[in-house]
């Protein structure tokens, strides 16, 4: 079975920064892009990030660009997200998402994670 | 990198058919065939209904289409059923590595 499963979610203070991870199984995670999507509290979705699968290929939002990384271990099976001068406007639930076709990019977006919630708030 | 524009809710009975707009422009729904949508009941994660403009992913019934036309795509849902009350994003690519969603729209069944 095709799974993500999320982690590094919490409470922090603005300013500070936060590492999520994303856990892949059930599938060849070397050949597929991934992408980080957020939903803050009652709002809708909101793409944060986007990796090819041989990382060539890396994408932002304006919203976070600058102050988010994007990288990925095919060895691990891993995907993650460095975020660095976190605000209350961060505070949100951030889903890792598998790209439909193997190595491509822009499809979208098949198996969703059960997210991981970060809170942003001194 | 604005949001797809959708309507806030459609509502229709049981058996009837609604259809969601999703209004971009010509650099991301009108530029391109990669439109999908996303179906998300409460405290739930995110469900792909629809790929590539038109295309369901194996399990999704067939009261679930789409289509596009200029900048603006559409999901219909034929024959309404309970559980198909929940939350519908769009999404397309936008160019220069960017995808970009939808506002949402909440559909209510009668």
């Known amino acids: 079975e095709v799974q993500l499963a999320e982690s590094g979610g919490g409470l922090v203070q603005p300013g500070r920064s936060l590492r999520l991870s994303c856990a892949a199984s059930?599938?060849?995670?070397?050949?597929?892009?991934m992408h980080w999507v957020r939903q803050a509290p009652g709002k809708g979705l909101e793409w944060v990030s986007g990796?090819?699968?041989?990382?060539?290929?890396?994408g932002y939002a304006d919203s976070v660009k600058g102050r988010v990384t994007i990288s990925r271990d095919n060895a691990k099976n891993s995907l993650y997200l460095q975020m660095n001068s976190l605000s209350p406007e961060d505070t949100a639930l951030y889903y890792c998402?598998?790209?439909?076709?193997?190595?491509?990019?822009?499809?979208?977006?098949?198996?969703w994670g059960q997210g991981t919630t970060v809170a942003v708030s001194s | 990198q604005s949001a797809l524009t959708q309507p806030r809710s459609v509502s229709g009975s049981p058996g009837q058919s609604v259809t969601i707009s999703c209004t971009g422009s010509?650099?991301?729904?009108?530029?391109?065939?990669?439109v999908s949508w996303y179906q998300q009941h409460p405290v739930k994660a995110p469900k792909l209904i629809i790929f590539d403009v038109n295309k369901r992913p194996s399990g999704v019934p067939d009261r679930f289409s789409g289509s596009k036309s200029g900048n603006t795509a559409s999901l219909i849902i034929s024959g309404l059923q309970a559980d198909d009350e929940a939350d519908y994003f769009c999404s397309s690519y936008a160019g220069n590595k960017i995808f970009v969603f939808g506002s949402g729209t909440k559909v209510n069944v009668l």
């Open positions: 990796i090819s699968w041989d990382s060539s290929t890396i």
């Open positions: 998402a598998k790209e439909i076709r193997p190595l491509f990019y822009y499809y979208g977006m098949d198996v």
């Open positions: 010509s650099g991301d729904v009108g530029g391109f065939h990669y």
């Open positions: 059930g599938f060849n995670f070397a050949d597929y892009a």
